[in-house]
């Protein structure tokens, strides 16, 4: 049996569009519902709604890599520690390199920019490291996806808590802060808008090039693209080597926003990225992706949360929450899957 790449390529940019129009509706209807049960006027104010913005950068860019990874029948469970691990080295970095050891534990960073461009540059390498061996680990071992990223993710947050001895990161220039992570340009944060550039991007090579289309290719019917001329390999390294380059971004963008490493702070944040992804229209069995569903769905775990805590809930709340509608995301992808199976 053959598989026409370019019919099933035509035919996701429909479902995309569904899948999107119905995620704007929930996200009007999650808002307006903590917009009428919290504090009067407070949950649509501008100073909340940047901080959603801000919220939703760094896992905006865990679920444009992980759509792409879904896309092409894999999973990537290694996101969220590869995310603790390049901000670690990063912010290493950038304390090494901004100053003397007393200028800076005295506040002082005559250095800062340039320790901050180093502090970027290891960031994406850090996470791009990690992509690579993860495609390396699936291509040439054989090894299931799911393994792989399971233990690289175990191996990168004990790697970042070696590297602190444990701790968060002090000291860090206030520029980051000030001049990025707290930064806006016509009141949007510009973490958001760093984030919302990789997902037009994103949306562009998923729909219109050759790589997007052999992603769906390799994650719709692996043995009939290998015998399209897709190289599957390459493909697949591709996809995880994305999704590692992103997460080391998303890292970086993690510092501007605390101004140190959050190490125990991101426990939930791959459980997080995967609902978005698999919310937004990505079928966790591969063959569809939609990397504009994705982009909404994103900004439904950050948007609970802040409502959560607004109206007085426990932001444990939320990972309750999360969890139901992944289990239900994946229930609707099941049946979808169902309808879409030739006879």
């Known amino acids: 049996m053959t598989v026409d790449v370019g019919r099933r390529s035509r035919l996701v ?22 917009a009428l049960t919290g504090p009067e006027g407070r949950f649509l104010s501008l100073t909340n709604l940047q901080a959603i913005g801000r919220n939703s950068a760094g896992l905006l860019l865990l679920a444009i890599g992980l759509t792409f990874v879904l896309g092409a ?56 490291a990690v992509g690579v061996i993860n495609g390396l680990l699936v291509t040439r071992l054989r090894v299931n ?26 000291n860090l220039p206030p520029q980051l802060q000030a001049d990025i992570g707290l930064r806006t340009v016509a009141a949007v944060p510009v973490p958001l808008i760093i984030a919302l550039m990789a997902g037009i991007v994103g949306i562009m090579v998923l729909r219109h090039t050759v790589f997007g289309r052999h992603t769906l290719a390799v994650g719709s019917a692996t043995n ?25 971004a998303a890292g970086f963008l993690d510092i501007t926003r605390f101004g140190t490493t959050a190490i125990s702070g991101h426990e939930t944040t791959m459980l997080q990225a995967l609902s978005a992804v698999i919310i937004g229209g990505t079928s966790l069995f591969g063959g569809r992706a939609s990397v504009s569903g994705s982009i909404f769905a994103t900004f439904i775990p950050t948007v609970l949360l802040a409502g959560f805590v607004m109206v ?25 899957r169902g309808r879409l199976r030739p006879n």
Request: aromatic letters at 6%.
């Open 145 to 170: 996806s799911f393994v792989v990223t399971l233990g690289t993710m175990g191996i990168a947050t004990g790697a970042a808590r070696v590297i602190t001895n444990g701790s968060n990161v002090p």
């Open 224 to 248: 009939a693209a290998r015998r399209a001329g897709v190289n599957v390999d390459r493909t697949t390294m591709l996809v995880f080597t994305l999704a590692g380059f992103l997460a080391g």
């Open 13 to 34: 940019p429909l479902g995309q569009l569904s899948t999107t129009v119905y995620i704007i509706v929930a996200l009007v209807v999650i808002v307006a519902a903590f």
């Open 312 to 336: 007085g809930l426990a932001p444990f709340y939320q990972g309750i929450a999360i969890g139901a509608v992944l289990i239900a995301a994946v229930w609707i992808d099941q049946l979808r």
């Open 73 to 128: 029948g894999h999973i990537d469970l290694s996101v969220g520690a590869n995310l603790v691990l390049s901000s670690v080295v990063s912010a290493t970095m950038i304390v090494e390199l901004s100053g003397s050891k007393s200028e800076v534990a005295a506040g002082l960073h005559p250095n800062a920019w340039f320790a901050i461009a180093a502090g970027v540059l290891a960031a994406l390498v850090t996470g791009t």
